[in-house]
């Protein structure tokens, strides 16, 4: 079984920062990750994902230029840095993670493990 914690959730004004982590209990180099969330009242959205090997990023149109994904082989966590962050960024936010012989984008379908996840909450 993979366990997935997530971390750096909390409370910023609009134009903040928060950087968000997930760490790994099966780190390998099959693996993709993918930051996902949630909104009340709205379907779980793919974010940001990553896969290990090759280091190929995906972002979604709406966090394109202000969040940056990034792995960490040594502490075997991926990071997600979210910058400029905006009201409408207010969710909970999820890795989760997939393994295979190919990158995996941000197909929620595809992931198989998902942490507990972690509130992001930007007010104006």
């Known amino acids: 079984q993979v366990q997935l914690v997530e971390s750096g959730g909390g409370s910023v004004q609009a134009g903040g920062s928060l950087r968000l982590s997930c760490a790994a209990s099966?780190?390998?180099?099959?693996?993709?990750l993918g930051w996902f969330r949630q909104a009340p009242g709205k379907q779980r959205e793919g974010v940001s994902g990553?896969?290990?090997?090759?280091?190929?990023?995906f972002y979604a149109d709406s966090v394109k230029g202000r969040f940056t994904i990034s792995r960490d082989n040594a502490k075997n966590t991926v990071d997600l840095q979210m910058n400029s962050l905006k009201p409408e960024d207010t969710a909970m936010y999820y890795c989760?993670?997939?393994?295979?012989?190919?990158?995996?984008?941000?197909?929620?379908?595809?992931?198989?493990?998902w942490g507990q996840g972690t509130q992001v909450t930007v007010s104006s």
């Open positions: 990553i896969c290990i090997w090759s280091a190929n990023t």
């Open positions: 989760a993670a997939t393994y295979g012989n190919r990158c995996y984008s941000l197909a929620e379908h595809e992931y198989n493990y």
């Open positions: 099966r780190y390998t180099d099959n693996m993709s």
